[in-house]
């Protein structure tokens, strides 16, 4: 699945990249194919150990992590009005890509040694929450709203997974909501003005709106077969922007239609399933929790980025894990898949 997923990113990269004065794609194709080798140089590496040691080294790994992200704030490049890029030399890396991994396994971990006979309750949350808050403000910080919120919601399905009694996740809720204004305030304007042209997009059809409805159109002329290869005309006349990270999949729905963005998600369908699989196979606890973290993960950024180029949610940044552009996504997802992989190698051996 991960081949060709990687093929199909490759040559949709190269479509949405390609201009007829230059006859060709830019470069950023070639850096997706790079991007993908070292991904699975990683994959292969991260099947080299047992698992179990990220058990004792949850916490460090995690701390490094948000080290990079101290790092980010305070030295990090400036893109697209966000600070969230370390430059080295010829290129840079998201450390919230990271944080992502690794809030996974320091959760995991956390549940994994908290025995629990019956439900866990709001005070065996206090930890958890904790974990989760500081990467989150640190993020949010950025800003970087749509990392943040993938944050929130891979951990919570962690949380929900390991039964949480429902009063506790009922107090939560509310003071979620309560809190809601809170959040408003902290948005920044042009994040506001998403949330609002998400509820009216005729208030700023040319402005906030104009991502969303020009994905909208995109998606809608490719029917069910598609324009074809290079000739989505949307495309090839820049009207759809940031088509090669956000809406990726909407330069695939122009150029393949209905067929070819159902194949793409019968892809990770299959993926999501195979995580699902390994995850109720695997012998023990922390295992399993990484397993339905990762796979989360990849079931939310599926489910938001094609909920947003279609204007079923608003335009929150988050891109179509494997198949937008972007190197530290890629590189981190692809360690996550060797990770399960070095779970499902290891499902037999019992570990006390």
């Given at each position: 699945?991960?081949?060709?997923?990687?093929?199909?990113s490759v040559?949709?990269?190269?479509?949405?990249?390609?201009?007829?004065?230059?006859?060709?794609?830019s470069?950023?194709?070639?850096?997706?194919?790079?991007?993908?080798?070292?991904?699975?140089?990683?994959?292969l590496?991260?099947?080299?150990?047992?698992?179990?040691?990220?058990?004792?080294?949850?916490?460090?790994?995690?701390?490094?992590?948000l080290?990079?992200?101290?790092?980010?704030?305070?030295?990090?490049?400036?893109?697209?009005?966000?600070q969230r890029?370390?430059?080295?030399?010829?290129?840079?890396?998201?450390p919230?890509?990271?944080?992502?991994?690794?809030?996974?396994i320091?959760?995991?971990?956390?549940?994994?040694?908290?025995?629990?006979?019956?439900?866990?309750?709001?005070?065996?949350?206090?930890?958890?929450?904790?974990?989760?808050?500081?990467?989150?403000?640190?993020?949010?910080?950025?800003?970087?709203?749509?990392?943040?919120?993938m944050?929130?919601?891979?951990?919570?399905?962690?949380?929900?997974?390991?039964?949480?009694?429902?009063?506790?996740?009922?107090?939560?809720l509310?003071?979620?909501?309560?809190?809601?204004?809170?959040?408003?305030?902290?948005?920044?304007?042009?994040?506001?003005?998403?949330?609002?042209?998400?509820?009216?997009?005729?208030?700023?059809?040319?402005?906030?709106?104009?991502?969303?409805?020009?994905?909208?159109?995109?998606?809608?002329?490719?029917?069910?077969?598609?324009?074809?290869?290079?000739?989505?005309?949307?495309?090839?006349?820049?009207?759809?922007?940031?088509?090669?990270?956000?809406?990726?999949?909407?330069?695939?729905?122009?150029?393949?239609?209905?067929?070819?963005?159902?194949?793409?998600?019968?892809?990770?369908?299959?993926?999501?399933?195979?995580?699902?699989?390994?995850?109720?196979?695997?012998?023990?606890?922390?295992?399993?929790?990484?397993?339905?973290?990762?796979?989360?993960?990849?079931?939310?950024?599926?489910?938001?980025?094609?909920?947003?180029?279609?204007?079923?949610?608003?335009?929150?940044?988050?891109?179509?894990?494997?198949?937008?552009?972007?190197?530290?996504?890629?590189?981190?997802?692809?360690?996550?898949m060797?990770?399960i992989?070095?779970?499902?190698?290891?499902?037999?051996?019992?570990?006390?």
């Open positions: 699945m991960l081949i060709f997923i990687g093929l199909l040559f949709n990269l190269y479509s949405a990249t390609y201009t007829i004065r230059s006859m060709g794609g470069q950023i194709y070639v850096k997706q194919i790079c991007w993908y080798a070292i991904g699975f140089l990683i994959l590496l991260m099947t080299t150990f047992d698992y179990h040691i990220l058990d004792r080294f949850a916490y460090p790994l995690f701390f490094i992590s080290i990079f992200l101290v790092a980010s704030l305070k030295i990090g490049k400036v893109a697209y009005g966000s890029w370390l430059s080295f030399g010829y290129f840079s890396v998201q919230s890509e990271m944080v992502k991994v690794s809030l996974v320091v959760l995991a971990r956390y549940f994994s040694k908290l025995e629990k006979m019956g439900n866990y309750r709001l005070r065996d949350l206090f930890g958890p929450l904790i974990l989760i808050a500081i990467p989150f403000i640190m993020i949010v910080y950025q800003p970087d709203l749509g990392t943040a919120l944050l929130i919601i891979v951990s919570f399905s962690i949380i929900i997974f390991v039964n949480v009694n429902w009063r506790s996740l009922l107090i939560f509310s003071t979620a909501v309560l809190s809601a204004p809170f959040f408003w305030i902290m948005l920044q304007e042009y994040q506001k003005k998403r949330i609002i042209t998400f509820l009216r997009p005729d208030l700023d059809p040319l402005g906030a709106a104009y991502h969303v409805t020009q994905s909208k159109i995109t998606i809608g002329s490719g029917l069910l077969w598609g324009k074809g290869f290079l000739k989505g005309t949307q495309t090839r006349l820049n009207f759809l922007p940031q088509q090669h990270t956000d809406f990726s999949f909407s330069v695939l729905a122009e150029e393949w239609g209905l067929v070819g963005s159902a194949t793409l998600l019968f892809l990770y369908l299959f993926l999501i399933l195979w995580c699902i699989n390994i995850a109720k196979s695997s012998k023990d606890k922390f295992g399993t929790l990484i397993v339905v973290g990762i796979a989360a993960s990849i079931f939310w950024h599926l489910t938001i980025n094609v909920g947003m180029v279609t204007g079923l949610l608003p335009v929150v940044g988050i891109p179509l894990v494997l198949f937008s552009y972007g190197g530290s996504s890629v590189i981190s997802t692809m360690a996550a060797g990770l992989m070095n779970i499902s190698m290891r499902r037999f051996i019992f570990q006390e």
